[in-house]
T-cell receptor, first 115, second 112 residues
Framework: KAGVTQTPRYLIKTRGQQVTLSCSPI?????VSWYQQTPGQGLQFLFE???????NKGNFPGRFSGRQFSNSRSEMNVSTLELGDSALYLC??????????????FGPGTRLTVL | GENVGLHLPTLSVQEGDNSIINCAYS??????FIWYKQESGKGPQFIID?????DKRQGQRVTVLLNKTVKHLSLQIAATQPGDSAVYFC???????????FGTGTRLKVLA
């Protein structure tokens, strides 16, 4: 079974630009969560999508948005990039159901550098 | 590594010794806890989980202990190997929102 895949793996952008990152979950997984990982803040939850609907949202500004498609693939978008957006963006997928007992499987991440 | 912080607490252990990594969680309502291992350049990898109705759970060379009274988790690695060198994160989940909250992480260095 293929794992979570994320594209691209590396990205360099300049301030003010926008970026779209993609995540393909494990087959059969309908929940996709996004995290931002930085040295100073650790793993910070961005949002979670389940069945094409945003189910949870973290404390990030509106420049960060996402969506999920009918095949459970998800994208996240960051508009008007700032230097502080440089981070490793991780996607995780999990099965639905069973309350919160859902193991999350992580992808390798997309390393975004904003110059 | 590219995905670890400069200020992470670090635990250095001799190869073959046992390691104990600790984590304090924040939400007394959390009912599911997971330990993840993150190697340089990779995403976090599941190690072991435990539900709040348990105090201890054992896997292969790893044991997780849960103390709900003081909101504390620990991960014990037996006979630590060089391949165990990584950053270890604990995570808790809120039963109301399904959100994962990650700890800051601990870097484990295995000395040969």
């Amino acid at each position: 079974k293929a794992g979570v895949t994320q594209t691209p793996r590396y990205l360099i952008k300049t301030r003010g630009q926008q970026v779209t990152l993609s995540c393909s979950p494990i087959s059969g997984h309908r929940s996709v969560s996004w995290y931002q990982q930085t040295p100073g803040q650790g793993l910070q939850f961005l949002f979670e999508y389940f069945s094409e609907t945003q189910r949870n949202k973290g404390n990030f500004p509106g420049r960060f948005s996402g969506r999920q498609f009918s095949n459970s693939r998800s994208e996240m978008n960051v508009s008007t990039l700032e230097l502080g957006d440089s981070a490793l963006y991780l996607c995780a997928s999990s099965r639905p159901g069973q309350g919160s007992y859902n193991e999350q499987f992580f992808g390798p991440g997309t390393r975004l550098t904003v110059l | 590594g590219e995905n670890v912080g400069l200020h992470l607490p670090t635990l250095s252990v001799q190869e073959g010794d046992n390691s104990i990594i600790n984590c304090a969680y924040s939400n007394s309502a959390s009912d599911y806890f997971i330990w993840y291992k993150q190697e340089s350049g990779k995403g976090p990898q599941f190690i072991i989980d435990i539900r709040s109705n348990m105090d201890k759970r054992q896997g292969q060379r790893v044991t997780v202990l849960l103390n709900k009274t003081v909101k504390h988790l620990s991960l014990q690695i037996a006979a630590t190997q060089p391949g165990d060198s990584a950053v270890y994160f604990c995570a808790e989940t809120d039963p109301g929102t399904y959100k994962y909250i990650f700890g800051t992480g601990t870097r484990l260095k295995v000395l040969a």
